[in-house]
């Protein structure tokens, strides 16, 4: 098993920043990859950032370019650096862990049923 608690969100004024953090604890040992995926109201949750344990990421093309993941030296903490905030991006955001040896297939990587593990969420709201 493998608990991750997210911390971080809040409100901001569209144009703003924000940068939520995750640690996970349990069978950290396990973990291939964690990152974030968000759920707006009446939406599918959809993957936002990934990063494995090599350092290798992946992003989602709304976010390219102004959210950045990055994973603390221990490679059980892992943190979402969210610049440029919109409107669009209020939701409730998720930390996710993939366990096991290996990456999901190709093309899988945002794909929700890749993880196996996700927090209870931290809410981000982004007012224009």
């Known amino acids: 098993q493998v608990q991750l608690v997210e911390s971080g969100g809040g409100s901001v004024q569209s144009g703003g920043s924000l940068r939520l953090s995750c640690a996970a604890s349990?069978?950290?040992?396990?973990?291939?990859?964690l990152g974030w995926f968000r759920q707006a109201p009446g939406k599918e949750r959809e993957g936002v950032a990934i990063?494995?344990?090599?350092?290798?990421?992946t992003y989602a093309e709304s976010v390219r370019g102004r959210f950045t993941i990055s994973q603390g030296d221990t490679k059980i903490t892992v943190f979402l650096q969210m610049n440029s905030l919109k409107s669009e991006d209020t939701a409730m955001y998720y930390c996710?862990?993939?366990?096991?040896?290996?990456?999901?297939?190709?093309?899988?990587?945002?794909?929700?049923?890749?993880?196996?593990?996700y927090g209870k969420g931290t809410q981000v709201t982004v007012s224009s």
């Open positions: 990063i494995d344990k090599y350092g290798n990421t």
């Open positions: 349990g069978y950290t040992n396990t973990l291939y990859s």
């Open positions: 996710a862990a993939r366990t096991g040896s290996g990456p999901p297939p190709p093309g899988w990587f945002l794909r929700k049923i890749a993880y196996n593990y």
